[in-house]
């Protein structure tokens, strides 16, 4: 069965710091992967996806995932992380050719000032 | 463009009232929709997913129910709610299988006391 792990439930980062969130999935199969954000009360914003091609995937607001099949990873980076950057963050799979989606746990990202 | 809609945001229920919460979509055609609950604290479960009129798949055996009524409308019900059905209710949309990733709605919080 396929799984999305998320090892971090909370990361707490000053401003301007580095961060990466991390995912693992399991998976026998192709899969694409995703990351989402979450700030609070709203809805899930689509960060950035992996499809196929080029395994350093950027997305929006500074965000970029590297896959790494071998060790089944899809972990989020940004170099340099905003107050505002402060939210939830879910890693999800999507098995090819199904309409299925597996999320992460989540990891609550928290940048002090 | 492609735009869901969710209502209400915030719903206050006692126990053992009924549910209706609306999703619609307008700009697309025959899309894929999904019903996610998130508990506090807690990730995504995936609660329904239908791939076409009056076609429903339920993940979790439940308090609840969802229907298809029209292409773009996907509604969740309940008979008679339980404290545990207390969440963030999030519906999204997406076409076709797999790589497209979800488009959410802006979610209603429920509080059932």
Known sequence: AQSVTQLDSQVPVFEEAPV??????????????FWYVQ?????????LKYLSGSTLVKGINGFEAEFNKSQTSF??????VH???TAEYF?????????????????RLKVLA | ??????????????????????????????????????????????????VGI????SEVPQNLSASRPQDRQFILSSKKLLLS?????????????????????????????
């Open chain 1, 91 to 107: 890693c999800a799979v999507s098995l090819s050719g199904t309409y299925k989606y597996i999320f992460g746990t989540g990891t």
């Open chain 2, 54 to 57: 009056g076609q429903i798949s």
């Open chain 1, 83 to 85: 107050i505002s950057d």
């Open chain 1, 20 to 33: 990466e969130l991390r995912c693992n999935y399991s998976s026998s199969v192709s899969v694409y992967l």
């Open chain 2, 85 to 113: 059905d207390s969440g963030f209710y999030l519906c999204a949309w997406t076409t076709g299988p797999g790589e497209g990733g979800y488009t959410f709605g802006s979610g209603t919080r429920l509080t059932v006391v």
């Open chain 1, 75 to 80: 972990h989020l980076r940004k170099p340099s």
């Open chain 1, 39 to 47: 700030y609070p009360n709203q809805g899930l914003q689509l960060l």
């Open chain 2, 1 to 50: 463009s492609q735009t869901i809609h969710q209502w209400p945001a915030t719903l206050v229920q006692p126990v053992g009232s009924p549910l209706s919460l609306e999703c619609t979509v307008e700009g697309t055609s025959n899309p894929n929709l999904y019903w996610y609950r998130q508990a506090a604290g807690r990730g995504l479960q995936l609660l329904f997913y239908s």
